[in-house]
């Protein structure tokens, strides 16, 4: 099985930044695709920014110019820099990740548990 832990989630003040971490362990394969995705309350989950396995990304219209996606494929892990973080981004923000568990003839979807971030004065 595959396993997806994210950390560096917390308080801040609008206009500051936070770095959240997402590392895999587990029987791994290979880890394919992965992406952080938030939900705000009362809201439906959405896709904030992916990057595949050969470091090409993608954002949501909303964190364009504030937020980057990278990855350490050595760690099989996923980050997330945010700057200039507003009320609006606050939410629990989710990692998830393509993978292939050892042994496994298909990939699957994994999910984090989930780390809340805040953005208040």
């Known amino acids: 099985q595959v396993q997806l832990v994210e950390s560096g989630g917390g308080l801040v003040q609008p206009g500051g930044s936070l770095r959240l971490s997402c590392a895999a362990s587990g029987s791994i394969f290979r880890i394919y695709a992965m992406r952080w995705y938030r939900q705000a309350p009362g809201k439906q989950r959405e896709l904030v920014a992916a990057?595949?396995?050969?470091?090409?990304?993608n954002y949501a219209d909303a964190v364009k110019g504030r937020f980057t996606i990278s990855r350490d494929n050595a760690k099989n892990t996923v980050y997330l820099q945010m700057n200039s973080l507003k009320p609006e981004d606050t939410a629990v923000y989710y990692c998830?990740?393509?993978?292939?568990?050892?042994?496994?003839?298909?990939?699957?979807?994994?999910w984090g548990q989930g780390t809340q971030v805040t953005v208040s004065s």
């Open positions: 998830n990740a393509d993978g292939t568990a050892a042994g496994a003839l298909f990939a699957s979807a994994y």
């Open positions: 990057i595949t396995s050969g470091g090409s990304t």
